[in-house]
């Protein structure tokens, strides 16, 4: 019975012994490629020496003296950031507006949330008009340069009725106004506009917008 029982005791540590030969394993292969890793790490430390050789110092000069490093040239973040903020907020030609335009007799403009009452008191002439642009003469990218630049200025100066005037197109070939639709789409792409309307005819008529923008930094009346 005691010869059963060892045979059977020896039989049981037989896949016990495998499992402490192969974990030995692993861990002799683990040690090789940690082995393996620093050697290459020494190599690449000490390749430059290697190539090079023993070095020894210069003789001979005693006075020697090391120019001081050269400070790197300002840079000019806040240019870099502006004109970041520009190409953000580029304006695109081929907006579609007239989907968001009131249609109306003369056509308007107002963001979601602003009540009809803006468009009408800007008609009406209740707003008074604080600046102006005017277009004429400039080609379409120049126009829409001239236009953000504009918008941007006046926001940032806390003003919030401006006139932008684009011509009726009477000078252009066929008769047409080039620059009236892209000054509308340019107009709804700018985050700072809350809303426009044709002016009034003695505020330049259908060659000309007057736009109402959001509060700006400094606060003005009207």
């Known amino acids: 019975m005691s010869a059963a029982l060892t045979a ?14 192969e974990a030995a394993a692993q ?22 020496r290697d190539a090079v050789g023993p070095v020894a110092p210069l003789k001979g000069l005693p006075d020697r003296h090391w120019p001081a490093p050269v400070p790197p040239e300002p840079q000019p973040v806040q240019r870099v950031l502006d004109e970041e903020r520009v190409l953000r907020e580029s304006l695109s030609d081929e907006f579609d507006v007239t989907t968001l335009l009131d249609v109306d007799d003369q056509l308007s403009f ?3 949330g602003m009540g009809q009452d803006v468009t009408r008191r800007l008609r009406a002439g209740q707003w008074s008009i604080q600046r102006q642009l005017d277009l004429h003469g400039l080609r379409v990218h120049e126009a829409r ?6 918008i941007r200025l006046a926001h940032r100066t806390g003003l919030r009725c ?4 684009h011509g009726k197109g009477l000078g252009s070939p ?6 009236k639709g892209r000054v509308q789409g340019w107009l709804v792409q700018k985050k700072e506009v809350l809303a426009f309307v044709q002016a009034r005819p003695a505020d330049g008529g259908a060659g000309a917008l007057v736009v109402l923008l959001a509060p700006g930094r400094r606060t003005s009346g009207r």
């Open 162 to 165: 401006v006139r932008v005037v």
């Open 110 to 112: 107002r963001r979601p």
């Open 145 to 150: 340069e001239a236009l953000g630049a504009f």
């Open 8 to 21: 059977r005791s020896f039989a049981d540590l037989q896949p016990l012994r495998r499992a402490l030969q």
């Open 27 to 48: 861990e002799a292969e683990r040690a090789r490629l940690r082995r393996e890793a620093e050697r290459r790490a020494r190599a690449e430390r000490h390749l430059f």
């Open 174 to 179: 066929g008769k047409a106004p080039v620059l």
